[in-house]
């Protein structure tokens, strides 16, 4: 299940990470070879960031040690046992492609690629089932999923998956994504509605296919992941 997926479970084994003492142009040929423009460097087991290939062109001298260089996401990291909306959410704030992964000893373990997330949210059982997705504002204080839950139940359907983000327009409000096992919204809409919840959108899905990608990173996107 997706809501159980923690970090150790996305890293990324086909990325290795570069020492402080390497050259720029091992960097390089690495990010050619990985189609990536970011990698992690590591020395003694510890993370030291990402470099990444914008920075090698400006200082313009491949011959120079990646330890001279200033490198981003220092703190662009992750525990093991973190949860993966952990991973977005460092990803998004430091506008980074990849996040390191440490050990409960801070030692360097991987690094978690935002693709690689994406990928397995849209593989996850919440995305994969057939449904409609409804998004709700509604005050802080008056926020209750349970409530929210036992009332979409009565229709006959179930919550999949539930997302929660501040409303950036009203920080007393929030707004609640709910996926849910059903196609049809009609009925659940009115029933929300009827409570006095207020639903700001809706999208009514078929199971997401190869063709329907830019719906979901829309989706994503929307919800700032």
């Not at 662009?76 to 977005?88: G, L, N, P, R």
């Not at 057939?130 to 802080?140: C, D, E, R």
């Amino acid at each position: 299940m997706l809501d159980k997926m923690i970090a150790e479970e996305l890293v990324n084994h086909m990325i290795p990470p570069l020492k402080a003492t390497d050259p720029a142009h091992k960097a390089i040929l690495w990010m050619e070879e990985l189609r990536c423009n970011q990698l992690p460097v590591v020395q003694d087991e510890s993370f030291m960031g990402l470099i990444t290939e914008d920075m090698i062109l400006e200082a313009n001298d491949v011959e120079a040690n990646i330890s001279s260089f200033n490198l981003m996401g220092l703190n662009c990291y992750v525990h093991d046992s973190s949860h993966f909306y952990e991973v977005i959410k460092i990803a998004s704030d430091n506008n980074v492609q990849m996040v390191g992964v440490l050990d409960d000893q801070e030692k360097y373990k991987g690094v978690i690629t935002v693709q690689d997330t994406i990928t397995s949210f849209a593989q996850s059982a919440a995305v994969q089932i057939p449904g409609g997705i409804v998004v709700l504002s509604i005050s802080q204080i008056d926020y209750s999923l349970s409530e929210i839950s036992r009332l979409v139940e009565e229709n006959n359907a179930k919550i999949l998956s539930s997302s929660v983000k501040e409303d950036e327009l009203d920080p007393s409000k929030i707004k609640l994504t709910l996926k849910l096992n059903r196609l049809d919204l009609t009925h659940i809409v009115a029933t929300l509605e009827r409570f006095g919840y207020k639903i700001i959108a809706r999208f009514q899905e078929t199971k997401i296919q190869d063709d329907e990608k830019e719906r979901l990173d829309m989706l994503l996107r929307y919800l700032d992941i």
